[in-house]
């Protein structure tokens, strides 16, 4: 049975809620996936393969998760791996693929091997705290405000699922 690392850095949850139900769809399609934060996981020894997500705050990956895929180079370099990012709310009429994805992660990440990357939709917190977030939240229309796409999270887990069948 392979074993599955989803690490992931997330600010105000949401990203953390992506990486838990991908953990899930991998277990029940038999695989042994755990669900960790980026910056509790020092050894990939046990994994046979890794999935790394982050939040994208201002263009972006978290400082976390920049740190894991610096950190585990040589190891991610053998080692089937995948990536997501999540970020985007508001109207999708207005996202910029230039803040989506940061591209820098993605060269960095192509030039170890990765097997796919992709954006999930994110959201803003029900309760922001602070200013930023306050004015981010009144601009965001209530229904683009979680844009989390659980069936499209579910489709993603079920490909990365689908490559580590034997
Ligand atoms: C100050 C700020 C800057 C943000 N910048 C971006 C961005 O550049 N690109 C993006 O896609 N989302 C951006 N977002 C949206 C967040 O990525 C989104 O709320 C995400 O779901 C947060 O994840 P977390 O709850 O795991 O921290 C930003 C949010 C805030 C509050």
Not at 29 to 40: E, F, H, I, N, Y
């Amino acid at each position: 049975m392979s074993s599955v690392l989803v690490a992931y850095a997330s600010k105000h949850g949401s990203t953390g809620e992506i990486a838990a139900a991908i953990a899930e769809r991998l277990n029940a399609r038999g695989l042994q996936a755990s669900c960790v934060p980026a910056d509790q996981v020092d050894d990939l020894t046990p994994y046979d393969a890794v999935i790394v997500g982050s939040a994208v705050y201002a263009g972006r990956w978290r400082a976390d998760a920049r740190r894991f895929l610096r950190h585990f180079r040589h190891e991610l370099a053998h080692r089937p791996f995948w990536m997501f990012s999540s970020g985007p709310v508001g109207d999708p009429a207005d996202d910029n693929p230039k803040w989506l994805e940061p591209s820098g992660i993605v060269k960095q990440a192509e030039a170890l091997g990765v097997r796919g990357h992709t954006v999930f939709g994110g959201s803003v917190p029900d309760e922001p705290h602070g200013m930023m977030l306050r004015s981010m939240a009144r601009s965001t229309p209530p229904e683009f405000r979680d844009r989390r796409d659980w069936d499209a999270i579910g489709d993603w887990a079920e490909s990365v699922a689908a490559a580590l069948q034997p």
